[in-house]
């Protein structure tokens, strides 16, 4: 699951992908602009800095702006940045994989399925890079349509009532 952390860190990259090449923006419009604590943004961005997915500088015109080009940041590398592991169980993990101590690995149906997420969650993010988030419209991916018919197929499943 994608915390707040790694959600506000790629609001904020968006929002430095749509500036023009070269152009700082400062905290405090990202912040305002993507309904982000300022505080919380200013930690996060610091990691980014670290991370080299962005550039800082400071004083009176200081402000962020993107270090590499949009088209050459991955989408999957800044939520391991920020988040960690794409893998939601430890056992799942390539990068930082640990052992369960409570079942056998080699046929636990559980880790066999969330092996088969961490893969699909990396190939999806992976091949997104930070240009092509700035660039997508809901429409274009059809996402809500499909959230919407999921909502509406949810509500027309049958109810088990207790008598």
């Given at each position: 699951?994608?915390t707040?952390?790694?959600?506000?860190?790629?609001?904020?990259?968006v929002?430095l992908?749509?500036?023009?090449a070269?152009?700082l923006a400062?905290v405090?419009?990202?912040a305002?602009?993507?309904?982000i604590p300022?505080?919380?943004?200013d930690?996060?961005?610091?990691?980014?800095?670290?991370?080299?997915f962005?550039q800082?500088r400071k004083?009176?015109?200081?402000?962020?702006?993107?270090a590499?080009?949009?088209?050459e940041?991955?989408v999957?590398h800044v939520?391991r940045?920020?988040d960690g592991?794409?893998?939601p169980i430890p056992?799942a993990?390539r990068?930082?994989?640990?052992r369960?101590?409570?079942?056998n690995?080699?046929?636990?149906q559980v880790?066999?399925?969330?092996?088969?997420?961490?893969?699909?969650?990396?190939?999806?993010l992976?091949?997104r890079?930070l240009?092509e988030m700035r660039d997508?419209?809901l429409d274009d991916?059809?996402v809500?349509?499909g959230?919407?018919?999921?909502?509406?197929?949810s509500?027309?499943?049958p109810?088990?009532v207790?008598a």
């Amino acid at each position: 699951m994608l915390t707040k952390k790694g959600k506000y860190g790629l609001k904020a990259l968006v929002h430095l992908a749509r500036m023009p090449a070269g152009q700082l923006a400062f905290v405090n419009d990202i912040a305002t602009g993507n309904n982000i604590p300022k505080k919380f943004l200013d930690a996060i961005l610091g990691e980014l800095r670290n991370a080299g997915f962005v550039q800082s500088r400071k004083g009176k015109d200081g402000g962020y702006r993107l270090a590499r080009q949009p088209e050459e940041i991955r989408v999957g590398h800044v939520v391991r940045v920020l988040d960690g592991p794409l893998a939601p169980i430890p056992c799942a993990s390539r990068t930082q994989y640990q052992r369960c101590e409570d079942c056998n690995e080699a046929t636990c149906q559980v880790r066999h399925l969330m092996l088969e997420v961490r893969q699909a969650i990396a190939e999806v993010l992976d091949q997104r890079s930070l240009a092509e988030m700035r660039d997508i419209g809901l429409d274009d991916l059809g996402v809500a349509r499909g959230l919407d018919d999921l909502s509406v197929a949810s509500n027309d499943l049958p109810v088990a009532v207790k008598a």
